[in-house]
């Protein structure tokens, strides 16, 4: 029956209008967006940003042969998502498969491999030829990081294409700031360094840049670089990149330069661990000018050949961006030794708090109205001043050596042989004296947070890999030890620190 069973989603052909204006959209095929409370339905055109809203019996489901009805194998593009869980599938291509449910059809989006329900009112169906000439067009305006992404994934790629990115990407010279989202420029202090040209969304990508050079991790590696480096700048393009982009990078403090090569320090002050090729380290010389702050705004995924910075939080136009060139869960005192070297001393603004007072050394008093302090420069005796409890700064480091070495075991490959159920046997006498506060290790130390997460993670391994009746309880404590890190993370350095984890980045795609 025309009109009647169609339902929000559907694609249908408009037919029967009389009316001057509504007879032009006799014939058009578009999509169902809404049905009003009137019964009448609003139809968003496939050509045309104009909605008219028809009544059913001027509505008549598109004949499968139409050009615009989405099939079971249309390449489609997903589009006009807004809710925050789906804006970041805008723009991916996907393959339409069987199994559609009510409204919806199931498409695999190319980049991820992963099976996502889609009104067909946000999808667009285009041909091969049409991406193709898409791809072809980004290659020329030297679009590499939206290229890589429209390619990834589609079955019927040539190889020209392909080669021609890979080799581009190969060169090491390659940079990009991403959607206008970033200005080098001067910062005080600091150097070059990167400011916003307009507000950023946490989780925004800004910047995709080309490892210049890379290669494993060891004694050499900076020597290796500086070969490679030499061979590469035997190209005339690659020497004058050479010349601009690398020399000029920071270098470390002058009297490292009197020892070593300008080149040698260069590499010493800029070079990266990769994170998702972590025996690797790499040379990214537009990454590079990003400066380092504990509390950081962004964040540089990085692999032996190419990285992607993305936002960790919303960000205000005209704010500096900075990475952490350390992991932010360390305490200050690690962080501070990682920058040795380098040439400077890190004063952000969770430094300035942190050299008052750490919170990863504070001891909760049991009257939970005061605080002491395991710092360095904590007074050896302290006393409540509100229940007048004792408390030894030595007794509580003590307690807090007992976590190291718990944690220390939990590495060795002893532990990682052994049955999970056996390890949470091992674990739980100190984790239970950290959560009910006998034992005076600081709560939110690094360390600390490493014995709950050690924990978290044996009930994960004996819900997943050990058979029994133990695992939806396994699961449980599993998940109930997690969100007791992320909250102690939390107070160390603000909330969403659940984002400043790599994992979560490498579980976006980039
Ligand atoms: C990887 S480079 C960052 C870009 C650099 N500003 C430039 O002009 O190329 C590292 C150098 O930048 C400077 N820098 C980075 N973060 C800083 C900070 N938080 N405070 C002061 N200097 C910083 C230091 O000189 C450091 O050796």
């Known amino acids: 029956m025309d009109g009647y069973d169609l339902t929000v989603g559907t694609t249908v052909e408009v037919h029967g209008l009389i009316s001057e204006a509504g007879s032009r959209f006799n014939g058009c095929t578009g999509v169902v967006a809404q049905i009003n409370k009137d019964g009448r339905y609003v139809i968003k055109l496939r050509d045309s940003s104009t909605q008219p809203v028809v009544k059913p019996c001027n509505l008549r489901k598109a004949s499968p042969t139409c050009p615009d009805c989405i099939e079971v194998g249309d390449l489609v593009e997903i589009t006009g998502l807004t809710s925050e869980r789906g804006r970041w599938l805008n723009e991916h291509l996907g393959c339409v498969m069987p199994g559609a449910v009510i409204g919806r059809l199931s498409v695999k989006i190319c980049a991820t491999g992963q099976e996502k329900a889609i009104k067909e009112l946000n999808l667009l169906k285009h041909t091969k030829e049409v991406i193709l000439e898409r791809a072809q067009g980004l290659l020329e305006k030297g679009h590499l990081y939206d290229l890589q992404r429209l390619l990834r994934g589609l079955p019927f790629v040539p190889e020209c294409l392909s080669e021609a990115l890979t080799a581009r990407l190969a060169e090491g010279t390659h940079s990009e700031i991403l959607g206008g ?263 939110t130390h690094n360390q600390t947070i490493q014995l709950l997460n050690n924990f978290s993670g044996a009930h994960y391994f004996a819900a997943t890999r050990v058979p029994g009746p133990h695992q939806s309880a396994s699961f449980a404590a599993s998940f109930a030890y997690k969100k007791k890190v992320l909250r102690a993370q939390a107070t160390n350095h603000g909330q969403g620190t659940c984002q400043r984890d790599m994992n979560y980045f490498m579980s976006t795609e980039c």
């Not at 005339?236 to 690398?246: G, H, I, L, R």
């Not at 962004?298 to 990285?307: C, G, I, L």
């Not at 030794?337 to 004063?347: A, R």
């Not at 005796?381 to 307690?399: A, I, N, V, Y």
């Open 181 to 443: 989202t970033l200005k080098l420029v001067d910062i005080s202090g600091k150097g070059k360094g990167y400011r916003t040209e307009r507000i950023i969304s946490a989780g925004e990508a800004l910047l995709f840049d080309t490892a210049f050079c890379s290669t494993y991790k060891g004694p050499r590696e900076y020597h290796e670089m500086e070969t490679e480096c030499k061979k590469k700048t035997e190209r005339k393009a690659v020497a004058d990149f050479f010349a601009t982009q690398v020399m000029t990078l920071a270098s470390g403090p002058s009297m490292m330069r009197m020892i070593e090569s300008q080149l040698i320090s260069i590499l010493k002050t800029n070079v990266f661990q990769t994170i998702r090729d972590p025996d690797h380290v790499a040379l990214f010389p537009a990454v590079s000018r990003f400066n380092h702050s504990c509390c950081a705004n962004a964040f540089a995924d990085t692999s032996k050949t190419q990285a992607t910075v993305r936002a960790l939080c919303d960000i205000r136009a005209g704010e500096e961006v900075c990475v952490s060139y350390c992991p932010v869960h360390a305490p200050r005192q690690e962080r501070m030794e990682q920058f040795f070297g380098k040439g400077f001393d890190c004063n952000c603004e969770r430094c300035k708090r942190e050299v008052q007072e750490d919170p990863q050394f504070l001891v909760p008093c049991k009257c939970g109205k005061h605080s002491f302090s395991a710092q360095q420069n904590a007074k050896s005796m302290q006393r409540c001043p509100h229940c007048s409890l004792d408390f030894l700064k030595e007794t509580s480091l003590g307690h807090l050596q007992e976590v190291e070495e718990m944690n220390a075991f939990m590495r060795t490959q002893a532990a990682a042989a052994e049955n999970p159920l056996n390890l949470i046997e091992t674990l739980k006498p100190l984790v239970e004296r950290v959560i009910e506060g006998s034992c005076l290790a600081p709560k």
